[in-house]
């Protein structure tokens, strides 16, 4: 019995060291303190929780086509994102950390990734706000993504990086125009922008959303 206690000690304290060791490296980060990385946290989930993504009609319904709201809103970050972040990257206010373009890689990378948004409903991003509020089935997918993490760690050299393919390089989209990187982000970040608004706006209710809306307001 006194094994047990030990053990289940030792394993709190090395998982309490780990915790403040990743404090520490995202303290030593240039990009900012771990105040100001709570702080975007809390921005994030509040937009998340305000635009009602990590609902499973909104993503489910976008892998469908018969919601929109989450191409919109993808589109409009990466468009304002673009052009914030090359010119603060720019002035000295940011930096890139690109990953190496893998086609191979991406492409079963991409389906695997699509296909278990589509079933889960949910993605990195909205699936620990969903936690939050208490979604058992977000958590069960959860544990399912840590062991699917371990897997392929555990696995990576034997299966799945013979799996990628060969690295095509860095390269980011600024780099096929030299000389006119700044437009060429501008050009790319308005665009995109367009992009977001033009998409025709169609939303998936569940029942208590349309419990919420005016009946006027309701779909038939």
Do not use: W
């Not at 609902?55 to 409009?76: Q, V």
């Not at 990378?109 to 979604?135: D, H, N, Q, W, Y």
């Not at 437009?183 to 992009?195: D, E, K, P, R, Y």
């Amino acid at each position: 019995m006194a094994d047990v206690v030990f053990m289940t000690e030792e394993s709190n304290s090395t998982i309490i060291d780990r915790t403040f060791q990743m404090v520490e490296s995202v303290i030593h980060q240039p990009h900012g303190s771990v105040a100001l990385v709570f702080l975007i946290g809390v921005i994030f989930g509040g937009i998340i929780q305000y635009t009602r993504v990590d609902k499973f009609e909104k993503i489910a319904g976008f892998s469908m086509l018969k919601d929109t709201i989450i191409p919109k809103m993808l589109f409009l970050t990466v468009g304002i994102t673009s052009i914030g972040l090359y010119f603060m990257i720019d002035a000295g206010q940011a930096h890139y950390h690109v990953k190496p373009i893998i086609l191979q890689g991406l492409i079963i990378g991409g389906i695997l990734f699509g296909s278990a948004m589509a079933i889960l409903g949910k993605c990195p991003g909205t699936g620990p706000v969903s936690i939050a509020e208490g979604r058992i089935d977000v958590l069960v997918g959860a544990i399912g993504g840590l062991f699917g993490g371990l897997v392929f760690t555990l696995y990576y050299d034997d299966i799945f990086k013979p799996l990628m393919g060969e690295s095509l390089g860095k390269t980011i989209l600024p780099d096929f125009f030299k000389g006119n990187e700044d437009i060429t982000a501008l050009i790319f970040g308005v665009v995109v922008i367009i992009i977001a608004i033009a998409i025709p706006k169609r939303e998936l209710f569940d029942e208590a959303d349309l419990s919420q809306l005016p009946d006027d307001q309701r779909p038939d």
